[in-house]
């Protein structure tokens, strides 16, 4: 099973309530592989030949695996967009979605204050730079470019019981969008916003009509 989105639309949520025994959780990530360091990057395309990850696309393949990704993974890693590809047929493929506004104002909240109850930092009043919205645009571009052609889009209100058990999850929701009243700048972001999903809604609405089951 694939579950593929954006961050910030309860992919984490969906993974663990996958209904199968290994659950991968975006393996692909430069982090996931390489750790945190900032230095590595420059070594990236080296350490990956080395460290090429084999046994993890064969656990890919197992049928009581469960893996999530973003596309802003799949960009920096060929082998995966290689086999992505090529699963097409043969895996089951969901898409998250959520209201595209609270997705990304939440993304933003995120990466101010944490992405999850463990990382979260004290809500202090804070002004959201513009290089956030390059990192969003980069998400959204990434989403769109590695968009499956297969697949079945889930939310919350609407999941196949017979794959998720939402009861499951250790996922605790983090109420993120009530931190908004943090930002001191928060017209101005809801206003840039609005303008990215003004200039991605055509090419983010033919992706999802253009999906086939």
């Not at 995966?80 to 506004?101: G, M, N």
């Not at 997705?103 to 990382?119: C, D, N, P, V």
Request: aromatic share 14%.
């Amino acid at each position: 099973m694939i579950i593929y989105g954006m961050p910030r639309s309860h992919s984490s949520l969906f993974l663990q309530s996958a209904l199968r025994t290994d659950r991968l959780n975006e393996p692909f990530d430069r982090r996931t592989l390489f750790g945190a360091d900032p230095r590595r990057a420059f070594f990236w395309p080296e350490l990956y030949q080395r460290r090429k990850p084999t046994k993890m696309f064969q656990r890919l393949n197992q049928e009581n695996t469960a893996v999530k990704f973003f596309g802003s993974s799949l960009y920096y890693c060929l082998e995966a967009r290689s086999w992505f590809k090529d699963t097409e047929d043969s895996h089951t493929v969901y898409i998250t979605q959520r209201s595209l506004q609270d997705q990304l104002l939440s993304h933003i909240i995120a990466t101010e204050f944490g992405f999850s109850l463990r990382e979260e930092t004290a809500s202090n009043p804070v002004e959201i730079p513009d290089s956030h919205f390059h990192i969003l645009t980069l998400e959204l571009d990434s989403f769109l470019r590695f968009f499956p052609k297969k697949g079945r889009i889930i939310s919350l209100n609407n999941y196949p019981q017979e794959d998720f058990d939402l009861t499951q999850a250790q996922v605790k929701p983090q109420n993120t969008l009530a931190r908004a009243e943090y930002i001191t700048n928060l017209d101005r972001c809801r206003e840039k916003i609005e303008r990215l999903v003004e200039y991605y809604s055509k090419d983010y609405a033919k992706a999802f009509d253009n999906l086939k089951p």
